[in-house]
């Protein structure tokens, strides 16, 4: 089967990467925005335990965006024990577990661990409810830790998809080594301190021509806040381009206009 | 209107929290499904720039699984300026730019800062595009910083309400102080080292009458390996009883097979 977007180029699954396992299902488009949810954190792995309508559904390759690969690789199990049976670690997660003695991690703490297992080479899962009802007692009986996500606790109410993409993207973040904050600059560079300084300089002496900075007083305070703007934040060598051409058009301008 | 939950008991909105800005959006239903993932990480301001379908639109409200008041309290504008014109401070969420020179940050990063100028009393938006092509390239010029989500790069496609989910989760984690990983006891309480104790000489005298640790060599290893055993995770109270509850019966069972 093949989705509308005819299946993306998706990295090749490592064998002990965590499992996403939907138990009991019911409806396909929720596995298939599963799929979809799951590539976008770069996981794999996906069973289905005793899926209500049946497996393969055509719909959940509709959902999927293109995630086809996942859900073609997808098995199918009829009980939790024998989905959960290779492997070494089992997370559940639980908006809210009643009467259960149980760790708790928060998505983090989990994606963290599941992170560590995997280089251990040792195999988990991470158990997703059914939509309507989440997991039962039996189920999470047969996890060894819970999931509880930081969220609004006045409005827990996530869809599945939604569920496996907060696991999904704390997984990928867990490997992820952008910075927080960077200038993106494209085809150009930031420019050196130097380069800023040759375009204060040509500002500085066009503004001294014009008559702007002729009060002596206030003269070395209006540099000093014109210096401390454009120091607050990283300037590239193409914007000092564009400031020196604005700065050299404003003052042909006014020579122009001072001749005639 | 009233969505089909009724509304939830959503925490009244603080002034200086975010906006959520969704610029030209197609689908009403995405809409809802966006009030619903703002509810879930506590944000409350949405504005919609050009809705294609207008506004109010009965399918948000159906898809805001009680979101309602997110959605009854959206204000709609005509312009991207007209959405921003009263904000200090605009991101704009973009999986792929080119040719823009802007300072990038990832949705944690961008969490943080957005909380940071929140505390500062000064208010702040996050654009998202619509639904097929994103924000162009005048939106992203109205935007100070460019927030890009460490997902996949092979598989970026979020759709509307997941892009949504993922900065009101790491706005709402800015805020949580649940640690990563704690034991859920519900009514009862982690067993202290003494009651551990009490229970391993009950484990101990009983093991040496049925004989079980009569090798005089192996006793003390053995031993250790069950001291080991139960010292991995906390135990609770209620364990424990369980636990002194199954050492006497398989030892009263024992003695009875005994006497016989």
Request: net charge neutral; aromatic share 6%; with cysteine.
């Amino acid at each position: 089967m093949t989705g509308r977007n005819g299946g993306a180029d998706l990295a090749p699954p490592a064998p002990f990467d965590p499992v996403v396992i939907l138990v009991r299902p019911q409806l396909a488009e929720n596995i298939g925005t599963t799929a979809r949810a799951m590539a976008n954190g770069g996981l794999f792995h996906l069973r289905l335990v005793a899926p209500r309508d049946g497996w393969p559904q055509p719909r959940a390759w509709y959902a999927s965006s293109g995630a086809d690969r996942i859900l073609e690789e997808a098995t199918v199990f009829e009980t939790v024990d024998d989905a959960i049976a290779d492997l070494h670690r089992v997370f559940a997660t639980c908006p809210r577990p009643r009467h259960i003695i149980k760790p708790v991690m928060t998505a983090r703490g989990a994606a963290a661990e599941l992170r560590a297992t995997s280089s251990r080479k040792l195999k988990s899962g991470i158990l997703f409810g059914p939509e309507r009802a989440g997991l039962d007692n039996e189920d999470m009986a047969r996890a060894d830790t819970l999931i509880r996500y930081p969220l609004n606790p006045r409005f827990m109410s996530l869809n599945l998809a939604q569920a496996v993409l907060v696991m999904a993207y704390e997984w990928y973040l867990t490997e992820d080594t952008v910075p927080e904050q960077y200038l993106m600059t494209n085809e150009t560079h930031v420019a050196t301190k130097g380069e800023v300084e040759n375009f204060m300089t040509h500002l500085l002496r066009d503004l001294d021509e014009c008559g702007f900075l002729h009060h002596e007083q206030k003269r070395p305070g209006m540099i000093r806040n014109l210096r401390h703007l454009f120091a607050r934040g990283e300037i590239t060598e193409q914007e000092l381009r564009t400031l020196h051409g604005v700065v050299s058009e404003l003052s042909r301008a006014r020579k122009i206009r001072h001749t005639k």
